[in-house]
């Protein structure tokens, strides 16, 4: 490769984060530890730095790097999502890592580190690249996850998360190998092409499909590849598990896209009833098994494998309508979780102790406002009219209809019922209570209240006008369609 | 150089000239009326949570506000016309054929009326109400606005959009200020509700697709799919006319509610507070047979014939079995929960008798029974709000100390009974003829459900009211005060007017009404001319 093909535009925001997290870690050992939120500051800046470089970037569109890397809307689109989902999850973290003692600015490090893996999944036109996106991503959060350091259920919480993260990169790793057998190359766009010539050992690529498919199951969480979350989640310090349940989610759907319609749009026969059943099982495990969770993490654990449902649903419709409304649910979903985690963060107060439903009890009367912000990311999530996350469902159910798979929305909209059921159970706590308490241990910091004023923003704009980032996300499914 | 100063002169110099205002005017007085509770509400996010006077004084203004605005459609409304008027589209998702589109004709111009009317009752209603009284008024407004809403729509996505929307709002209004049971009552009528209405989204995007696929145009506006239908430019296959009528009744049946879905019914009504006790039966029930009128008859009619003998046993038997049910209960808001069920049969019954006194005589009935069975709730409200009790043998003798309320509650126990000369009387008549011209063995049955209120509401009328006073505790209750008269006495205006005067509501009804006929028995006469 010559000087000439380097274009630092095109991979500007994963630059920009890198050398964000680099300076984070040099600067912490000289920052005194009443100062170390000054990091997290820096580190926030790192990530609307990262929003800027979009902009040169975005000039920059097509291949680089000898078609390891591609810039076009999808991408774009994506690294937004990416960049929105740090900056949210470093305003979640900064007072609660100052509130339970573990004011590491590595944390922010790591957090730019899993952000700038995500940026490269999404970005990899190449599924080596694609496999070092997914590793600088997985082993970052396997250290937040256990970033309580003595904490059992944290530790118990990384130590899931490695072990079986580990497994699934295997899975995929062997795909790659497999399907680098199959075809000779690793290039989306030119497995796409021999995949056309007849002489290709078909079964291999099935395999390869499959082993990757699996591989990429686990980490958007979806049934039967689920079992793993709900633990993860609980033990995880809660901002993390904020950031767990929508960053990786949003970076394996956006390689799940990736390679199942570029590279393996040819065989989509072989794999779109893979897919129906994963999106069917995912709805209504999640759902059902959501309704029993005493506790508001793991209730939210199953909600998010719901969640993939949904998203796989608009998968499985593989059309450009469906890319576009799982772009759109992808987003609306990551800012009404993340909001519903900062709340929880709020929540749980001293050592995440207090997160069980029944610790909401009475909030509505005695926190007025904490309580109305809760109840529209709630509502959202359940898909009440108004929300963004009506505008996605809708969305996806009307790609799934017009892709004739009724049954699955038929399904998808059913299970949302059950879904109502608990997340309105949360509000039957919070305003058909009486409190125990009187709440005056709830600490509001203001970079929450900026987490939230986002949150929230973005719930109710894309709900109540999702025109202009629908037809957004329809130029950017239109990237992953060729 | 010079366009632009022409455009300023024609865009600012003259001012908007006269015809243009009042075009102005009727093209957004539907958006105004709907939306007034909406920004009511909004605004009483600023006021002082102990300001409870005024709090509830602008509450009351804002419902009476959209009240008065709401005067504007009956004024300006041309009766013989039976398209949609009043009508304002504006793009709201192109992209998806979404329209932000609003209209009224003949059948949906008086429920809103009736809603805008009842809501500012409710209000009124609501005066013992002191536990977080800010929450409550403000789900008030946005239960109004969603109400007027779901009348006003002519997009089907945006129909879809208020009817769910309103299940918020009352899901609160029960949860947090209803009585024993309340969250358990509040849980089974949303998702009782959803289970409908959700089918009902699938097949609203399905009919989309399918008159996109059919007609080329891709759009949610109810307007031009029903006009694609009628013109035959866009056919339903059988089968899916079938499913499709089936996703809509399910979602409408569930709200009616039609035995035998009302089983949410009793449980949201008795542990409501009186305000939404009466706005659900006097306008939310209306929302189903608003429904089978307004989409599933023009939009899917042969189905609507071909289970019309199914849906009106189901009528026959809930207008019986309610009223049996309610003949049975301890408690008077059961009873009249129980006997909305048996009212509600009635119209469903009306409607699919395919007949325009039928379809009319439904219509007028939604609008009675929402004003009789609203009177009554206010009327047991009343009496709950002094005793806190509504078992009917706590009470007797209640003539003796509180003659006004007897009197009042005479009126309207007979209006709720069919009493000819008051509203109630023209609807079941009108239903009834209706009915009798198709099927005579359907109606004789259904009368039995006339003669069966008079059982169960004369009944409990002589219970409570008449006799001597049993309880010490009833002897030191107080007649009614201003506020309740003042919330009575226009229900009670509306009785005897609408019982004398019926041309005066059922005229601008007609024209809607014939529309809807020409459309449904003509895919009858199809329907009879093929061959099986």
């Keep these: 490769m010559n000087l000439a093909s380097i274009n630092i ?104 580190f899993a952000t700038a893996g995500m940026l490269m999944m999404s970005g990899s036109n190449e599924l080596v690249m694609i496999f070092l996106g997914l590793e600088i991503l997985s082993i970052a959060t396997y250290v937040m996850a256990g970033f309580r350091r003595t904490d059992l259920k944290s530790n118990e919480s990384a130590l899931k998360y490695f072990l079986l993260g580990s497994f699934s990169s295997a899975f995929f790793l062997y795909g790659i190998a497999l399907i680098f057998g199959a075809t000779g190359s690793t290039n989306l766009l030119a497995i796409a092409q021999s995949l056309r010539s007849p002489d290709i050992p078909m079964n291999l690529v099935y395999l390869s499909a499959a082993l990757m498919l699996i591989a990429l199951c686990f ?168 929300t963004s996350g009506f505008a996605g469902k809708f969305f996806i159910f009307r790609a799934a209809v017009e892709s004739h798979l009724v049954w699955l929305a038929i399904i998808g909209v059913v299970t949302t019922v059950v879904s109502f059921y608990y997340y309105l159970y949360v509000i039957v706590q919070m305003y058909m209570r009486e409190p125990n308490e009187e709440f005056s241990d709830v600490r509001v910091a203001g970079s929450l209240k900026v987490a939230l004023v986002i949150s929230a923003f973005g719930t109710l704009y894309l709900g109540i006008l999702p025109t202009r980032v629908l037809d957004w996300t329809t130029t950017a499914a239109l990237n992953a369609l060729k | 150089m010079q366009d632009s100063s022409n455009f300023k002169i024609s865009e600012y110099g003259r001012g908007i000239p006269r015809q243009n205002m009042g075009n102005l005017i009727s093209s957004h007085i539907l958006t105004i009326i709907t939306f007034t509770p909406a920004v009511g509400a909004l605004l009483i996010l600023f006021f002082n949570r102990a300001q409870i006077r005024s709090i509830r004084t602008f509450a009351l203004v804002i419902t009476i506000l959209a009240f008065l605005f709401s005067l504007y459609l009956p004024a300006r409304f041309a009766s013989g016309n039976p398209e949609f008027q009043f009508r304002l589209d504006v793009p709201w998702m192109p992209s998806l054929g979404i329209t932000y589109s609003m209209g009224i004709d003949g059948i949906s111009l008086f429920l809103i009326l009736l809603t805008t009317l009842l809501s500012p009752l409710a209000i009124l209603a609501s ?276 003659p006004v309320y007897a009197a009042f509650f005479m009126i309207v126990t007979l209006s709720s009974i069919g009493l000819p000369g008051l509203n109630g009387f023209v609807g079941e008549f009108l239903i009834l003829l209706g009915t009798f011209g198709a099927n005579k063995a359907r109606a004789a049955l259904a009368a039995t459900g006339v003669i069966l209120s008079a059982v169960y509401m004369l009944w409990m009328y002589q219970r409570v009211i008449w006799g001597e006073i049993t309880n010490e505790q009833n002897r030191s209750l107080a007649d009614l005060g201003f506020r309740e008269r003042a919330m009575l006495i226009p229900l009670l205006i509306l009785m005897v007017w609408m019982g004398i005067y019926s041309n005066h509501f059922l005229r601008p009804m007609d024209a809607s009404v014939t529309k809807l006929m020409n459309r449904v028995q003509n895919v009858q006469l199809q329907y009879a001319g093929q061959p099986k």
């Design chain 1, 219 to 386: 980490k958007v969480a979806v049934a039967p590849f689920h079992i793993w979350t709900p633990d993860v989640y609980e033990g995880a310090p809660t901002p993390v598990t904020g950031f767990m349940s929508v960053g990786p989610k949003a970076a394996g759907f956006a390689v799940l896209f990736r390679v199942f319609l570029t590279a393996f749009g040819m065989i989509e026969d072989r794999w779109v009833s893979a897919f129906w059943l994963v999106a069917a099982l995912t709805m209504v495990l999640g759902n059902v098994i959501a309704v029993v969770q005493p506790n508001i993490k793991r209730m939210l654990a199953y909600s998010s494998i719901a969640h993939a449902g949904y998203v796989a649903v608009a998968l499985t419709s593989a059309s450009n309508r469906g890319g576009s409304a799982a772009l759109f649910y992808l987003l609306a979903y990551s800012l009404m979780n993340l909001g519903a985690f900062a709340v929880v963060t709020i929540m749980s107060r001293s050592e995440d102790k207090m997160v069980n439903l029944t610790d909401y009890a009475g909030l509505g009367a005695k926190r007025p406002g904490l309580a109305a912000v809760l109840s529209l990311f709630l509502l959202s999530l359940a898909g009440v009219p108004g």
């Design chain 2, 127 to 402: 005066w013992s109400i002191r536990d977080r009284l800010k929450e409550y008024f403000i789900f008030m407004l946005l239960l109004e606005t969603g109400m007027i809403g779901v009348f006003a729509s002519l997009d089907l996505f945006l129909f879809y959009v208020f009817w769910e929307v309103m299940l918020i709002p009352m899901y609160f209004l029960i949860g947090v200020w209803g009585g024993e049971r309340r969250i358990y009552a509040a849980m089974k009528f949303v998702l009782y509700t959803m289970v409908g209405s959700v089918l009902m989204l699938v097949a609203i995007i399905a009919l989309y697709f399918l008159h996109g696929d059919a007609t080329g145009t891709f759009t949610f506006s109810y307007p031009d799919i029903q006009a694609a239908l009628a013109g035959s430019r866009f056919v339903l296959e059988r089968s899916t006319e079938f499913w499709l009528f089936l996703a809509f009744f399910l979602a409408f049946a569930i709200k009616v509610p039609l035995f035998p879905f009302h089983t949410w019914l009793p449980d949201a009504h008795v542990e409501a507070p009186t305000a939404g006790s009466v706005l659900l039966a006097g306008v939310l029930l209306k929302m189903g047979t608003y429904g089978l009128v307004r989409f599933s008859l023009p939009l899917f009619p042969a189905a609507s014939h071909l289970f019309a003998p199914l849906i009106s046993l189901l009528a026959v038997v809930g207008i019986i079995y309610g009223a049996l049910v309610a003949m049975v209960q301890p408690d008077m808001k059961k009873l009249v929960a129980y006997s909305s069920v048996s009212h509600l049969g009635f119209i469903v019954l009306g409607i699919f008798s395919f007949t325009t006194q039928g379809t009319e005589g439904a219509i007028y009935q939604m609008l009675n029974h929402g004003i009789s069975t609203g009177a009554l709730f206010l009327i047991v409200g009343i009496i709950y709000d002094r005793r806190h009790t509504r078992a009917i043998d706590q009470f007797g003798g209640l003539a003796h100390r509180m």
């Design chain 1, 9 to 112: 535009f095109a991979i500007l925001p994963a630059v920009v984060l890198s050398v964000f997290g680099i300076a984070v870690m040099v600067a912490e050992p000289f920052v005194t530890d009443r100062k170390k939120s000054t990091l997290g500051w820096l580190a926030f800046s790192g990530t609307l730095a990262g929003m800027l470089a979009l902009i040169p970037m975005a000039d920059n569109g097509g291949q680089w790097y000898s078609n390891l890397w591609i810039v076009d809307d999808y991408n774009i689109f994506f690294n937004f999502i990416f960049l929105l989902i740090a900056a949210v999850t470093i305003l979640t973290s900064l007072d609660f890592l100052r509130r339970e003692n573990m004011n590491h600015a590595e944390f922010y490090a790591l957090l730019l």
